[in-house]
């Protein structure tokens, strides 16, 4: 038994994953401190609030596995049994504090977590030590939880076509390869726990570890990582160098018959058109300018998306900016009834041919204000916060930005914007159509 719990991936956050590099200035103005303790990247960011959290954040997404499946695995089997504590007392003794230990995992990152009440911080700090040095991972673990953890989550997302067709859709635009590797661990793709145990090896060592706070002075938490952490070893293996990523682009239609016919929406189409992007702050302003989401409550809203979906009963459609280290993508997820989602689809590649021909300026303002107020808003998030600062600290050692990043937003135009939209659209497409794929559109029949 375990008590760690296992983020599942939720449409929202997919949704409205956007540019770190304003969002890093944001945190700044949070008051993180960052230093280095014995080579691992630290920062801390006290608020005053009853309760601390510590993350650990690795380099060992399922960008930089080493068979598919395995990043998978290793999420599910953090916080079993080490050479100090079984799973059982683990168990025991967190549920004591009152904390609460929880893994998530990225295309590029791994996620330790630890939330306890203010002043329990040498305990969890040295859980968190304890599972990245002396981990066992334990055969008996693997087939009894790990396995049925791994292949449960897999089933999950088999059944939601609006999280697959994400996972899907990177899979196809990198060829399964690097940023293409899939989050889930496939059961075509058998995972062992001898090879999940030699990914951690390689992964788990200080110069490939960053590890941040809230509710947690820097200092303390400098003196608990030099305490906990000292038996993580120096150096990861090269094995876990993944090397530049490529953008192909191309289409994948999966057939999808819903579990639960009953349900107003289950035999909507499922259609997700995406460009290659990146963390220019262009293409931040183009996801809240294409928007599709509501400000107001029981509103369409007013934005491209939104007005397109409006006009087909059941119908959804909103922009998506996905970033990573060296590229990303940026597109549009539609859902509708099938037989109207084609005409629905054809209107929202044309809202991006739009983009590409002129902005007004009141959109271009509308569009900036909204894409700085998701970028800062979602810092207040919990999962968001993690992968940002996460990701600054092993990209960077820093998570602390100059105010000029911020004004990147500020000084989009409306001539430089429609310019990168159009390069984009030069590029290859990447689509994925999930549903009855015999009614649901290609790309050749949008672009």
Request: hydrophobic share 40%; aromatic share 8%; charged share 20%.
């Amino acid at each position: 038994m375990s008590l760690a719990r296992v983020a599942t991936p939720c449409r929202s956050s997919l949704l409205r994953t956007a540019a770190a590099s304003p969002v890093s200035a944001a945190i700044a103005r949070r008051g993180y401190a960052t230093q280095k303790v014995d080579n691992i990247p630290l920062a801390a960011y006290d608020n005053g609030s009853p309760t601390s959290a510590v993350t650990v954040a690795i380099r060992a997404g399922a960008r930089y596995e080493t068979s598919p499946g395995i990043a998978n695995g290793l999420k599910h089997f953090l916080f079993k049994s080490n050479a100090k504590r079984s799973a059982l007392r683990l168990v025991r003794e967190s549920e004591l504090y009152g904390g609460l230990l929880s893994t998530s995992l990225s295309k590029e990152h791994l996620f330790l977590t630890a939330e306890f009440l203010r002043g329990d911080e040498d305990f969890f700090v040295e859980i968190l030590g304890d599972v990245l040095s002396s981990s066992k991972f334990a055969t008996h673990e693997f087939n009894e939880e790990v396995l049925p953890a791994s292949r449960a989550e897999y089933e999950q997302v088999a059944g939601n076509p609006s999280i697959l067709g994400f996972d899907v859709l990177t899979q196809t635009a990198y060829r399964q390869r690097g940023l293409g590797a899939s989050l889930y661990a496939s059961p075509s793709s058998p995972i062992s726990a001898s090879g999940v145990s030699s990914y951690a090896k390689g992964a788990f060592a200080r110069d490939n570890i960053a590890v941040f706070g809230t509710g947690i002075t820097q200092d303390k938490l400098s003196s608990l990582v030099s305490k906990s952490f000292s038996g993580v070893p120096g150096t990861s293996t090269g094995a876990l160098n993944a090397g530049p990523s490529t953008y192909f682009g191309g289409e994948q239609r999966v057939d999808f018959a819903p579990h639960h016919a009953d349900s107003p929406k289950a035999h909507n189409g499922h259609f997700f058109l995406a460009f290659e992007g990146g963390s220019s702050p262009e293409f931040a302003v183009l996801r809240a300018l294409l928007g599709g989401e509501s400000s107001v409550k029981w509103s369409k809203g007013l934005s491209p998306l939104a007005q397109a979906a409006a006009k087909v009963n059941g119908g959804h459609a909103e922009a998506f900016n996905l970033t990573f280290s060296d590229s990303g993508l940026i597109g549009a997820y539609i859902t509708a009834p099938t037989a109207t989602l084609p005409a629905l689809a054809k209107e929202v590649a044309g809202a991006f041919k739009s983009a590409a021909s002129s902005v007004s300026s009141e959109d271009l303002q509308r569009a900036i204000a909204k894409a700085k107020f998701d970028l800062t808003s979602q810092m207040e998030t919990k999962e968001h916060g993690r992968a940002f600062v996460g990701a600054a600290l092993l990209n960077k050692g820093s998570v602390v930005m100059s105010d000029e990043v911020v004004s990147q937003l500020e000084g989009v135009k409306a001539q430089g914007l429609s310019a990168a939209v159009d390069k984009m659209l030069k590029g290859k497409a990447t689509t994925v159509a999930i549903g009855d794929v015999r009614q649901l559109p290609y790309a050749d029949d949008l672009l």
